[in-house]
């Protein structure tokens, strides 16, 4: 079964471009072990949208 999906904009928006701004800030002025820890946090946080993006993905399927 092929699902067609209109093209997905991916660019960030004006607010994400701020804020990836300010995270860069914010992560120069960290220690490597506090910009490790913050990068298994936001792995371990994309993660968990995965499994509810292909739960709801799922659930979508089966209505």
Same mark, same amino acid.
């Given at each position: ?11 960030? !928006? ?5 804020? &990836?701004?300010? &995270?860069?800030? $914010?992560? !120069?002025?960290? !220690? ?8 298994? $946090?936001? *792995? ?10 292909? !739960? ?6 089966? *209505?």
């Amino acid at each position: 079964m092929e699902q067609r999906f209109p093209e997905l904009n991916v660019d960030l !928006s004006f607010e994400q471009e701020f804020q &990836m701004r300010v &995270m860069e800030e $914010q992560v !120069s002025a960290m !220690s490597l072990q506090e910009a490790r820890e913050l990068l298994l $946090q936001a *792995s371990r946080l994309l993660m968990m949208k995965d499994n509810v993006i292909r !739960s709801l993905v799922k659930r979508a399927a089966r *209505s």
